[in-house]
Every structure is written in structure tokens, then in C-alpha cells.
Nanobody, 125 residues
Framework: QLQLVESGGGLVQPGGSLRLSCAASGFGSSLDYYAIGWFRQAPGKEREGISCISSSGSSTNYADSVKDRFTISRDNAKNTVYLQMNSLKPEDTAVYYC????????????????WGQGTQVTVSS
């Protein structure tokens, strides 16, 4: 059973940067069969899908709210996916979740089968 563990969250000032990591384990095959997405949820707000990367890393997408500031990448040999976050804003404050689906490409429906526990990102002065 696939397990996902996020790390790298914390408190940063506006304009700062963080890199989140998502470590995958417990799967019986290669990570290169899974598309990986990142979601976030702020208190009192709806859950927002912010990025996805295809199983091979050949395709990525981003929500308009993070486009040109966040970069998703993966290292299948290390069973790890990353989210580099630059030019952070207070409105980026949320719990960030790593998600996965046994699918080569990013799902058009936005559906994912596996979720991590989340990591807190707080952007504040």
C-alpha cells in the first residue's frame, strides 16, 4: 500500500522560499507508474489543487495562483517528489498535501487515491 510523507514546511517571511519533499514507500513497483499532485488547504477555505507531475516527469501543470512561483519535480530513483516554492505570499499559508494515483499522466478529473498527512507552511512577518 502506497504511503506518502511530506516534509520541509515551516515559517517563512513574505518573499522567501521553501522546498517541500514527498517521500513514497510501500509500493510494490516503481514510482514511475504514479502521477503525483500537490494540494493545499487553508483554514476556512476549500482544498486547492496546485500542481501535478506525470509519472515520468515529462509533463507538469500548475494552478494560476502558483504559476511562475512554484516548481514541481521528481526523482524516481529516490522515490521522492519535490515542490520548490519561491516568492511566497501570506495567502500561500496552508497545509500542503502530497497525493498520488496509479496513472501515467496527471488525471484530468483531479482525482487521487493516496494522500500524505500534510505539512504546514506559514508565510508571515
Amino acid at each position: 500500500q502506497l504511503q506518502l510523507v511530506e516534509s520541509g514546511g515551516g515559517l517563512v517571511q513574505p518573499g522567501g522560499s521553501l522546498r517541500l519533499s514527498c517521500a513514497a514507500s510501500g509500493f510494490g513497483s516503481s514510482l514511475d507508474y504514479y502521477a503525483i499532485g500537490w494540494f493545499r488547504q487553508a483554514p476556512g477555505k476549500e482544498r486547492e489543487g496546485i500542481s501535478c507531475i506525470s509519472s515520468s516527469g515529462s509533463s507538469t501543470n500548475y494552478a494560476d495562483s502558483v504559476k511562475d512561483r512554484f516548481t514541481i519535480s521528481r526523482d524516481n530513483a529516490k522515490n521522492t517528489v519535490y515542490l520548490q516554492m519561491n516568492s511566497l505570499k501570506p495567502e500561500d499559508t496552508a497545509v500542503y498535501y502530497c497525493t498520488a494515483i496509479l496513472n501515467l499522466g496527471c488525471p484530468r478529473s483531479g482525482h487521487y487515491d493516496y494522500w500524505g498527512q500534510g505539512t504546514q507552511v506559514t508565510v508571515s512577518s
